[in-house]
């Protein structure tokens, strides 16, 4: 397998350009980690063409076609939100939150939908194309949004207008999105129909931030990371030293379950060596992570990262 292919199955990711390098992998704290993006249409989008194309091929009917500004004049919603690659490794930097802006998609396109549809299949500007069920495309949570952080969004996470999906992979949530048409049968898209998830539901986990050198024996160190599961609210993180006791940590609870939430626990060590820490989540649902059995614990492919994160320090 060579590089490119590599880092494609890594990140679940449409293929790019072979000159676009890879996310950077950044040494600083997970909780200002902004969304990163892999997928970058070729070419730019023209909003004064651009239009949101509704189809129904099952009838004879023309397409409906919507502008940006007509679906600006929904009522708009911030929100902070996670989005995850279901490609992101284990303890990977493919996960990062920011604040939307956008309108319930339900409220645009609520009354357009023809009867006995059961899919919208979606497809972007760069041709990469997905599908949702009706109920999870008209979810109160499942938004169409043009704002990232307070500005326009960036080319690179979906200019002019982008699906954010709650609870789901990036996969679903389809970037210079043009064009919905209502199907009444399953469509597997790009990474579904290479053996992806189909449903590309968050798996809860928790990831530990990198600590970086050597730390002296009886200082205290601040260990922290962030925890997700999609639309379930995480409800504790625990860590353990060298397969010990689950030692519970501090959450600071975001405004939403569908943000990631910080934990942190300051830790003296008492002994020095080589130390393994690992990091598990428990969710709403009573779910609490644990190794995979299946024999690949580390592998993303098809379901998300599922595996307890490990990281080694040294103790002096």
Known sequence: MNRRDFLLRLTG?????ASVPPPAMVNRSRHQMPVQSIRVASTPVDLQTWRLTLKDNNLDTPPTEITLSEIQHFPSHITPRTIACIGNPLGGTMIGTASWRGVRARDVLGNKIPFGATYAKLTGHDGYQTALPIAM???????LVYEMDGQPLPREHGYPLRLVVAGTYGQKMVKALTSIEWIDHTFKGYWESRGWSDDSIVQTHAIIDPLQGIFPQGQSI??????FAGDRA??????R????AWIPTTLNQPETPLAWTPWFLDWTPE???TIQIEARATDN??????QPSDGTPNEAFPNGIASIHQIMVTIV
Do not use: K, Y
């Open 137 to 143: 495309l008209l979810h109160s949570e499942t938004l």
């Open 222 to 227: 601040r260990i922290q990371g962030i925890a």
């Open 13 to 17: 990711s449409v293929p790019v350009a």
């Open 241 to 244: 030293f060298d397969g010990g």
């Open 271 to 273: 002994t020095s060596g």
């Open 234 to 239: 995480i409800t504790q993180v625990d860590i």
């Open 285 to 290: 649902q009573g779910f609490t992570q644990h």
